[in-house]
């Protein structure tokens, strides 16, 4: 059976009081003799936004996932998750060749987001993000995240 995670929400979607708050937290050390260290604890809101209630019915579908399942990750976005590679297919190593600052084509000095969550849990990475995507809440006027 294969299991794919996909359709992460691009922080594009957020609005823009929102979006700011989205935070990463910073890596932890990658010592292998360390086997209690977690390279990855979430992506964390930095504070709670007050949203709407939510009608009709409704399910949160994220409840009692098991990330070690997922074999495949499937990611959309804009620079931010853009790995330099628009098709799916194996990126290039996130090096840094002077004069391009850009690592292996991405708009990083290193890995997006969405790698070192596929490299975490030990996924593969199908990237079809692209840089320069833009998409807002006024592009999808059937799509209200918060009141």
Known sequence: MHLVLAALIPTALLSPAYASLLTSFPR????????????NDGIHLAV???CGVPSGNYSDINVGLDLQSFETIVSFGDSYTDGGREDGGPLAP???VYPNPEAGGRST???VWVENI???IGARLMDYAVRRFVLDINDVRSLKLCA
Do not use: F, I, R
């Open 28 to 39: 932890q050390t990658s010592d292998t003799s360390d086997t209690s260290a977690s390279y």
């Open 118 to 120: 596929a490299d975490d």
């Open 94 to 96: 996130p090096v840094v």
């Open 48 to 50: 709670g936004p007050q």
């Open 109 to 111: 000095n290193g890995k």
